[in-house]
C-alpha cells in the first residue's frame, strides 16, 4: 500500500499519514450493543449514499462497569476487526470505549477515527445558556471524567454535574424503553441532577437516545437534552468531503451488521431504532 501523503485533515488540523482510501469502502461504526445504532440512524439520514458496516459486541455488553483495562482489549480486537473490512473512517459510537480507549484506537487506526464525547461536549457547550450542565453515562464514562474535561477545555467556566446510571444499558439492551422499572430507575438517578438548576444535560451513552421521550418527561421540557449522534454524523460528513472520502456512487448503501451473540434481540431493537428491517446480520464467534 502506497503512503501517499501527510495533510492537514479536518477541524481538528493534526497531522495525519493518509493511505490511498477508496471512497466506497464503508463507514465503521461500532459500541457495545444496539446503542450505536442511534448513530447509525443519523449517519442513514444525512449520508445516504454511504456504505455501513456495524459492530455490536452483544456477547459481552455492558461495558461501563467493566474495567478500563478490558474496555481497552475489546476495543482494539473490534477495531482491528472492522479495519480488516477495509473501512475508510471509523466512528466510535460508545462513550465508553471514546473515554477509555480512544487513543489507543486512534494510535492503532491508518484512517480517521472519530468519538462521540468530543462530539457531545461541543454540542452541550454550544446549548447551555446558564453555563450549567449536567451529563449521564456508564459509571466508566463518569469515573473518567471525560465529558467534564472535553467540556472545560472548550469554556472553563461551565459547571459540570455527572451521574452515572449503570441500569440503563440493561434496561435499554432488553426493549424496556417506557416501561414502569425504567421510569423508575430513572427518576432515581435523575433526582440529584435536576436540583442543580442545569439548563443542558448530556446524553453520555449511546443507549439514553433511546429513552429521550421518558427523560426529556422527566427533566421537563425547559431543558436541553445533548444526543452526540447528530453532531457527530455532521463531523464525519465534514471530514469525509475535506478529504474527498464521500461516497460519489449515488446508489442505495450496503449495511452490514456484525454481533458477538445470537442476533434475536439485536435484530427486534434494531429494527424499532432504525425503522427498517435488518438484513445482513452477521455472528462473530470470539
Ligand atoms: N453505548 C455505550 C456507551 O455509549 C454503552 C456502554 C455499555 O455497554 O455499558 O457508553
Not at 47 to 52: A, R
Not at 95 to 122: C, E, F, H
Not at 147 to 156: G, L, T, V
Not at 251 to 268: A, G, M, N, Q
Amino acid at each position: 500500500m502506497q503512503l501517499i501523503i501527510t495533510h492537514f485533515i479536518n477541524t481538528y488540523y493534526y497531522n495525519y499519514v493518509s493511505m490511498q482510501i477508496d471512497p466506497n469502502n464503508s463507514i465503521g461504526v461500532f459500541d457495545s450493543g444496539v446503542g450505536g445504532l442511534t448513530v447509525v440512524r443519523s449517519l442513514i439520514e444525512q449520508l445516504p449514499f454511504e456504505n455501513i458496516i456495524y459492530f455490536g459486541d452483544t456477547a459481552r455488553v455492558p461495558y461501563g462497569v467493566k474495567s478500563v483495562e478490558t474496555i481497552n482489549r475489546y476495543a482494539m480486537q473490534i477495531t482491528e476487526f472492522l479495519l480488516d473490512q477495509k473501512v475508510k473512517l471509523l466512528i466510535v459510537a460508545c462513550n465508553t470505549m471514546s473515554a477509555v480507549a480512544y487513543q489507543n484506537i486512534k494510535n492503532l487506526s491508518p484512517v480517521m477515527v472519530l468519538d462521540v464525547v468530543d462530539a457531545g461536549a461541543r454540542s452541550a457547550v454550544a446549548a447551555t445558556h446558564n453555563k450549567c450542565v449536567g451529563v449521564i453515562g456508564t459509571p466508566t464514562t463518569i469515573n473518567s471524567n471525560a465529558y467534564q474535561k472535553a467540556i472545560k477545555s472548550f469554556d472553563p467556566d461551565i459547571r459540570v454535574f455527572s451521574q452515572a446510571c449503570p441500569l440503563f444499558v440493561p434496561l435499554v439492551e432488553e426493549g424496556w424503553l417506557d416501561h414502569q422499572v425504567t421510569r423508575l430507575t430513572a427518576q432515581e438517578y435523575l433526582n440529584d441532577i435536576i436540583a442543580q438548576n442545569i439548563d443542558t444535560l448530556v446524553l453520555g451513552c449511546t443507549h439514553y437516545p433511546l429513552l429521550k421521550p421518558l427523560l426529556q418527561e422527566i427533566m421537563g421540557n425547559k431543558i436541553t437534552l445533548v444526543d452526540s449522534a447528530q453532531a457527530i454524523t455532521e463531523k464525519a460528513g465534514e471530514l469525509l468531503k475535506n478529504n474527498n472520502l464521500l461516497n460519489g456512487q449515488q446508489k442505495s448503501p450496503e449495511y452490514s451488521f456484525y454481533v458477538t451473540d445470537l442476533p434475536i434481540r439485536f435484530t427486534s431493537i434494531g429494527e424499532r431504532i432504525l425503522g427498517r428491517s435488518l438484513s445482513n446480520i452477521n455472528v462473530v464467534k470470539w
